[in-house]
């Protein structure tokens, strides 16, 4: 059955998400008002005329599309909980099953599933349209399909599972659920950070060792020069779906591995890969792999422990329009996720204020270890330049945003 009327904590969460569109929506206005400054001199040259108005319209067209997606699904979203969607969708979840455990399943399944379609016109417009007429895409159709197949496959099967898992602790083991929950997460997010290269990237990238020859040598001599312990050189065919370029460190123990993009290759000259490798390699010395684990476990212990004192409250699952006098688990998800939102804010610019910090200790490494920041500079110049990077973000915009430093003060940075 369904509650009358619209309760204060239903307007509150309208609330969050309408101040949310707000803030988003000026943040966006002012990057896009940093086109117009001029280019410093570090970066003089970077872009000529032409290529400066491609970049900018590039970013106007995401800039576009962005605002049509962002206003499209927040009016979507305040619709669905003003007209009660989720306990409509509770509602007829709860016609087919009563097992608490296939309840979640179900619920969240077709709440995904839902989701996913309405958003497919603005990820295929994105894909096939932006990146495509910006030079940018190189994913066909088939790709994208299977992409899409294998995505499902694994979400269900290890989101499934998470999610059972978890419903099933709330069941089973009353207050202390959060504490099994936790240290499931935990296992999980060592687990994946582990084997994430060598188990779901193969799904649909090839990965090849390195082959023999120069490089490599040059690689190798410098991993024996800074006593790092490289065995995993893999480059990705990345150019299977995109022509920009990356590359990053994965993997614990054993398992550590670096991937480079194999239109990292094409562009870069060795020295400049180098250098990038060398930033890699900074992370692992820096321990930024470590830390951000252990503070992103933090971080889930504390959303699960809050999580459980608001859980049970019956004014949660009345929230979205399900008269109850009892919680319901899935319904009271949603609902805390939408009241946890403005602190979820906080601790994502937390971890932005680290990951930046972590960006610009991994250069100074690689400029102290392979004794200049030249080489790292014109790598990141070329990065920026093929990507049709935005010189001079916003600073506000960088700020709640960037999780690496933009390029103008990472180039300030190594030039000292």
Known sequence: MLTEGTPMLTWLMMAFIMLDYVFESVLDYLNARSWDLPTPPELTGLYDEQRYRKARSYHQAKARLSRISSTFSTILMLAFLYLKGFAWMYLWVDGVTAHPVAQALLFFGAFAVLSDIIGLPFEWYNIFVIEEKFGFNKMTWKTYLSDK???YLIGAVIGGTLLAAFAWFYQQTGALFWLYAWGLFTAFTLFFATF???????????????????LREKIEEYARKVSFPLHNIFIIDG???????NAYFSGLGSKKTIVLYDTLLKDHTEEELISILAHEVGHYKKK???????????????LLYILSVFIKEP???????LNSETAVFPIGLV?????????????????NIFSRKNEFEADRFAKESTG??????????????????????DRWYVFFHYSH???LERVRALMK
Do not use: D
């Open 149 to 151: 197949l294998k995505g």
């Open 196 to 214: 994430y290269t060598s188990l779901i990237v193969p799904l649909f990238n090839q990965l090849q060792p390195l082959e023999a020859g120069s």
């Open 239 to 245: 150019s299977k779906r995109s022509t920009k370029a």
């Open 288 to 302: 930024h792999i470590h830390q951000g684990m252990v503070i992103s476990v933090l971080q889930t212990g504390l």
């Open 315 to 321: 004014m949660l699952t009345q929230a979205l329009g």
């Open 335 to 351: 609902a805390f996720s939408l009241l946890y939102s403005p602190i979820s804010i906080v601790t994502g610019l937390m971890m």
């Open 372 to 393: 200049t920041g030249e080489h790292l500079i014109s790598s990141l110049k070329k990065l920026s330049a093929n990507n049709l990077s935005n010189l001079q973000p």
């Open 405 to 407: 430093p933009p390029l």
